[in-house]
């Protein structure tokens, strides 16, 4: 796990071809915008989950103190 994070220049280079032969050109683009319009709805879910936490509930009945 440690060495995924150090990947030299020349790893990363050997990575986009071997996807690149995998995928094809054309694949790539479809592949890049896929992976884009994922995280943005990742991103969007992340802000209305914030966004639900910092809003009070209104449907859990409040707790009275006997």
């Given at each position: 796990m440690?060495f995924?994070?150090?990947?030299g220049?020349w790893?990363i280079v050997i990575?986009?071809l071997?996807i690149?032969?995998?995928?094809?050109?054309?694949?790539?683009p479809?592949?890049a915008r896929?992976?884009g319009?994922?995280?943005?709805?990742?991103?969007?879910g992340?802000?209305?989950?914030?966004q639900?936490d910092?809003l009070?509930?209104?449907?859990?009945?409040k707790?009275?103190?006997?």
């Amino acid at each position: 796990m440690i060495f995924a994070f150090m990947a030299g220049p020349w790893q990363i280079v050997i990575c986009i071809l071997v996807i690149a032969v995998l995928f094809g050109g054309k694949k790539i683009p479809e592949l890049a915008r896929a992976l884009g319009k994922a995280k943005g709805e990742f991103s969007k879910g992340l802000k209305e989950g914030e966004q639900e936490d910092e809003l009070p509930a209104k449907d859990e009945p409040k707790q009275v103190e006997a």
